[in-house]
């Protein structure tokens, strides 16, 4: 955070969990979400815990609602986090502002950080990970594969911590991914044999199922705990970022 950063000038319908961290005059949002809350809903989707409760506009990519006051309120999503994933997302309140953000999402202006515990296979990793990504339907949801062709994936990784456990060996990496694809990071370390904790698509079962009975962390140990965007807007410079704390669960598997 920094100094450019001032009060919320209005509530949001956020969902339990989730919270306000941070807020630019521009009309910039850092919002916490919790795992197991979509950043918005699927198509069709019933009963889903959702970032906002509102009303969602899948073709402008907005939550709208009537707020306590009366007054129309929009609020734009920019990019998205996985349900099972927890941490920072980033969205706008005006369009103006969410469209620069967009493009600087596009354009490989933000750099994101994420935490992730994986199982860890004792190996050197190479800092730099490159993959070609494929996305699949398969029993009516998203698969995603490493493949010789695809959608580029590319990601910078480092070990912060590692440690043995009761359940083996685990670390803890930071990920700064360069582009956004479906499930990249998941994938990504799955690919390289290091399965990240409570992934239920892409991990260790067994060891999943051993450390939720051991120590009831029942969730995807992925986590977006750092943004930092740079972009222009109404002729002025923003240099601006947010962060999110790592949470409890990750210390508890790393104690």
């Given at each position: 955070m920094n100094n450019n950063t001032s009060i919320s000038p209005f509530d949001l319908?956020?969902?339990r969990g989730c919270k306000i961290l941070d807020y630019h005059p521009s009309g910039i949002?850092?919002?916490?979400?919790?795992?197991?809350?979509?950043?918005?809903?699927?198509?069709?989707?019933?009963d889903e815990r959702t970032l906002l409760r509102g009303t969602y506009d899948i073709k402008h990519e907005k939550y709208h609602w009537i707020d306590a006051q009366g007054n129309k309120r929009d609020f734009y999503l920019v990019h998205r986090l996985d349900s099972a994933t927890s941490g920072l997302i980033l969205a706008a309140s005006n369009i103006k502002i969410a469209e620069k953000l967009k493009n600087?999402?596009?354009n490989r202006k933000v750099k994101k950080t994420y935490l992730a515990i994986v199982d860890y296979n004792g190996k050197k990793i190479i800092p730099t990970w490159k993959d070609f990504l494929?996305?699949?339907m398969f029993k009516g949801k998203i698969r995603v594969f490493a493949a010789k062709s695809g959608d580029l994936a590319l990601t910078s990784v480092s070990i912060e911590r590692n440690t043995s456990t009761q359940y083996g060996d685990l670390a803890l990496l930071k990920l700064n991914p360069k582009t956004g694809r479906t499930h990249q990071l998941r994938v990504q370390c799955a690919n390289r044999k290091l399965p990240i904790i409570g992934d239920r698509t892409y991990g260790n079962f067994a060891l999943n199922r051993k450390i939720s009975k051991t120590t009831k962390v029942q969730r995807?140990?992925?986590?977006?705990?750092?943004?930092?965007v740079c972009l222009e807007y109404n002729g002025k410079s923003i240099k601006w970022e947010s962060e999110s704390a790592m949470?409890?669960?990750?210390a508890r598997l790393l104690h």
């Open positions: 319908p956020l969902e949002w850092a919002i916490e979400k919790t795992t197991g809350v979509l950043t918005h809903p699927n198509p069709q989707g019933k600087a999402f596009h494929q996305k699949k995807l140990c992925l986590h977006s705990s750092r943004i930092e949470p409890r669960a990750f």
